[in-house]
C-alpha cells in the first residue's frame, strides 16, 4: 500500500502493509529460508519429475518420461502374475470332472470365487447380481430348471445356450397357439384357466373343467400330462410355485397366444472352458443345484 | 494484539508480539521477505531438571533400543518377539496379545488413550511432552550433548565457529556429524526392528541379505533422525510442528507454564557484590537463562510460542540466584492465576481439579475401561453372519422359502480347529451347507484362518406358517467342538410376508 514501511505501534514490528477495515494489520511474519529453499528444491524437482514420469498431454497422448513407467503396465504386470499364480487351480479343473472339482476343497472353493466373478461380468446383465433373475429370465437361486439342473445339465445349457444358435443349443420352444390360429381366443381363456388351476390359484372352474381336454390334446405332450414339466424340451412345470412370466390369467393367456423363446447365449463361443466349469459350479452352489441327474424318475417328475 | 496489557502478558504470543531483546533477529522489519536462521549455542545447565531431563532421555531412549529385544515365548513356527509390529502376517503382537488387522480398534483405543492423557497432562502441566518426552526433544538433546563433547560447550563452541576453516575445526566437525550419523543410523536401524525379528535381522543385516524394504526404512529414519535432531533442531518445533499451535487449545489460567516472575525480578540490572537489592529487581540481567536455552529465546519476555518449556532456564537461573544471595525460582513453574495474584515463593498454589481435567481424566476413565473390557471379553474365535441382500429370499418349486447366509469363522489361534454350526428361531427348518454333504457337519478351521461358508436355511410350504411377518429373528451359534466355547449371532429369516 504505502511506500514506506509501517511498524505496529504496540510490538515495533513491521507490519505487510494491508490495512482491512481501516485499522485492521498484519505482522510480517517472515518464513526462514531454509522453507524458501526447500521450495526450490521442490520446483527443481518437479522438472526431474516431469523428464522421468508421464507428466504432460499433448495433442496425440502424453509425454511418456525417461522411464517409460506406467501404471496400466504394472497393472497388466500384476494381473499376468495373478493368473500365473492362478495356474495350478486352473490347471486342476481343466483336467477334472465337475463332480470330481466339487470334491476336492481347495479347486472347488477356486471354482466358487473365480465363478462368481464370471457371473458378475458375464452372466448378471439378465439373471441378475445375486442370481434372482426377473420376468422371463429364470432365477437361477431356486430349485425350478427349464432344462435340468444338476451339474452336467447346467453346464451343457451354459455351453450351447438356449435358442442360440449353436447347433447344440436347446432348441424347443413354445408354440404360437393363439397367433398361428391352433386355438380360438375362447380356448385360450379355458386351458389358462385349467393351468392355473394346477398350481391351485384362483380359477373359473368350469372354464378350467373346459381347458382340460383342450390341455390334453394341445399341451401335454411336452408339459405332461399332470403339467409337471419336461427338463429335456425345457417345458417348465406348470404345477408349481415358480413362473418365469407371471402367473396371472392375462400372463398365462398371452403367454398361450403368443408363446415363449428366451434366448440365453452360447458361452462357449465366447469364454474358456475352464470358465463356464466354475460358472456350472457356481451357479449349482446357489442353492437350487441337483445332486445327481434323477434318471430313475419320470421325466416330467421334478424331485 | 494488546499483548502490553499486562493482564493477558502471559497468553501465548509468538516471539515477535512481546520483543526478542536476546536475539534482536531479522525476524520482522528486516523487510526481506524470509528470515535468516540464527545459529544457537545452548549453554549446558546444571540443575534438578537438568538431572530429571537426563534421567527422561536415558529412559525413553533405553525403552526405544531394547524394547525390540525382549523375547517372549509363543511357541514352535510363531514370533519370539514381544512386542511385534508384524505386518507381513497383518497382526501387532504385544506379549500374550496377539491383535489383527481387523482389531485395529485397539491400536485406534491406544491412540486415543494418548491423546487424551496428552491433554490431561498439558492442561495440568503445560508444555511436559514439548519439554521432556518429545522424540525431537530428546533426540536434539542427545545430539547437542554429542556436540558438546566433540566442539565444546557454548563459549568454546562460538570461538571454534568465529575461526575459519582451520584444522582444528574442520575435524571436530567431522566428528560430530559422524557421531550424529552413527546415532541416526542407530534410531533408524532399532525402528525396522518393531517389524521384523529383531535377531535375525540384525544377522541379515550383517551378512547384507535383509528385505529392501528394511534398507529403505532404516535409510529414511537415519535420514530424517539426522535432519531433524541433529540439523533442524528448534526449527521443527517452531514451524513443522502443529502440536504448539493445538496445545494453547489446552491451556488455561491454571496451567503450569515456565515463567520469569518479572514482578520480583525487575527492574533489572548487574549486581555488584556488597550492593544493596533495595529499590531494584533481583533480575541480575546476566542471560544465563537464555544462554542454556535451546529454543535461543528470553523467557523475561513472557510466554512464547517458541518455549518448549524444557526448564532448563529455571536450573540456570537457579544457579545464579545461589550465587548472588537471592531466593530460587526468579523463574519457575507457575500459572497465569499466580502471577496474577502476585503470590511469589516456590509453593504457589495449583488448581488441579478442574471442569478441563475432570473431563479429560473422564474421558480417558471412559475408553480404558471399554479398552479393558472389550480386551478381557474377545474370544479367541470369532463369529460373522451375512444374511444374502440379493435375493433376499427365494421361492421354492412347491412354495417353500429358503434364505442364504455366508458364515465367516475366524480362529485366532496357531492351531486347526473344529466347529458345529447351530440355528435357533425356527422350527423344521433344512439346513444345507454348499460343500457338504450332511446338515450338521465339522468345520475345520486352519491355524489364523479365516473360513466362510454358505449356508441355505429352507422352509417347506407347511412350515412357513410360522413366519409371523417379513422378518423372523434367528440366532446362529457357533460352538467350539473341543472346549464347547460358544459365539452367537443374531440375524433374521426373510419372507415375503402374510
Known sequence: ????????????????????????????????????????????????????????????????????????????????????AQDKYRVGIAASSLSDIKKNPELFQFALAGGAALFGDNCAACHGRGAQGGVGYPNLNDDDWLWGGDLEQIHTT????????????????????????????????????????????????????????IFAEQCSVCHGTEGKGNTELGAPNLSDAIWLY??????????????????????????????????????????????TPDKSAPADAPK | MNAMDSGNKFIIEPADAVGRSAAPSKRGGSGSGYTARSKIYPRLARGSFRSIKWAVMAITLGIYYLLPWIRWERGPGLPSQAILLDFANQRLLFGPIEIWAQEFYYVTGLLVLGALSLFLVTSIAGRMWCGYACPQTVW?????????????????????????????????KTATHISWLIIAIATGGALVFYFRDAPTLASEFATGTAPTIAYVFLGIFTLTTYLLGGIAREQVCIYMCPWPRIQGAMLDRDSLFISYRDLRGEPRGPHKRGESWEGR???????????????????????????????LCIDACNDIMGKVGRPSELITYTTVSNLENATTGPRDGLRIIRPRTILYSALIAVVGALMLWSLTHRTDFDFNVLPDRNPLFVTLSDGGIRNG???????????????????????????????????????????????ALRLYVSLSPS?????????????ITVVEDATGHESARSTTFKGPGQ
Not at chain 1, 1 to 22: P, Y
Not at chain 2, 467 to 472: V, W
Open chain 2, 140 to 172: 536434539t538433546d542427545l545430539m547437542i550433548a554429542v556436540e558438546r563433547f566433540w566442539q565444546g560447550d557454548r563459549n568454546a563452541h562460538m570461538r571454534l565457529d568465529a575461526q575459519g576453516w582451520t584444522f582444528e575445526r574442520i575435524w571436530k
Open chain 1, 246 to 291: 407371471g402367473n396371472s390369467q392375462e400372463t398365462v393367456m398371452q403367454s398361450i397366444r403368443t408363446g415363449r423363446g428366451g434366448i440365453m447365449p452360447a458361452w462357449s463361443e465366447r469364454l474358456d472352458p475352464i470358465s463356464i466349469k466354475m460358472l456350472a459350479l457356481y451357479v449349482h452352489s446357489l442353492g437350487g443345484g441337483q445332486s
Open chain 2, 405 to 451: 447366509y455366508t458364515l465367516k469363522i475366524s480362529n485366532k489361534l496357531e492351531t486347526s480347529r473344529h466347529f458345529t454350526i447351530r440355528l435357533a428361531g425356527l422350527q423344521n427348518a433344512r439346513l444345507q451347507y454348499v460343500g457338504f454333504e450332511t446338515s450338521d457337519p465339522v468345520i475345520d478351521v486352519g491355524p489364523a484362518e479365516v473360513r
Open chain 2, 463 to 475: 412350515a412357513r406358517a410360522q413366519l409371523k411377518s417379513d422378518l423372523t429373528p434367528v440366532i
Open chain 1, 158 to 213: 451354459i455351453s450351447f445356450g438356449v435358442r442360440s444358435g449353436n447347433p447344440n443349443a436347446h432348441d424347443t420352444a413354445m408354440p404360437r397357439f393363439g397367433l398361428d390360429g391352433v386355438l380360438q381366443p375362447a380356448q385360450i381363456s379355458d386351458v389358462a384357466n385349467y393351468v392355473r388351476s394346477l398350481s391351485h390359484l384362483d380359477v373359473d372352474t368350469a372354464a378350467a373343467s373346459r381347458g382340460a381336454p
Open chain 2, 281 to 311: 529487581g533481583d533480575c541480575v540481567d546476566c542471560t544465563a537463562c537464555v544462554a542454556v536455552c535451546p529454543m535461543g529465546i528470553d523467557i523475561r519476555n513472557g510466554s512464547q510460542l517458541e518455549c518448549i518449556q524444557c526448564a
Open chain 1, 1 to 84: 500500500m504505502s511506500g514506506k514501511k509501517h511498524l505496529d505501534e504496540i510490538t515495533g514490528v513491521e507490519t505487510t502493509g494491508h490495512v482491512w477495515d481501516g485499522d485492521l494489520r498484519e505482522l510480517n511474519k517472515p518464513l526462514p529460508k531454509w522453507w524458501l529453499y526447500v521450495f526450490y528444491a521442490c520446483i527443481v524437482w518437479a522438472f526431474g519429475y516431469w523428464m522421468v514420469y508421464p507428466a504432460w498431454p499433448t495433442l496425440t497422448g502424453y509425454t511418456k518420461g525417461y522411464l517409460g513407467y506406467s501404471q496400466r503396465a504394472e497393472v497388466t504386470k500384476e494381473l499376468a502374475a495373478a493368473k500365473a
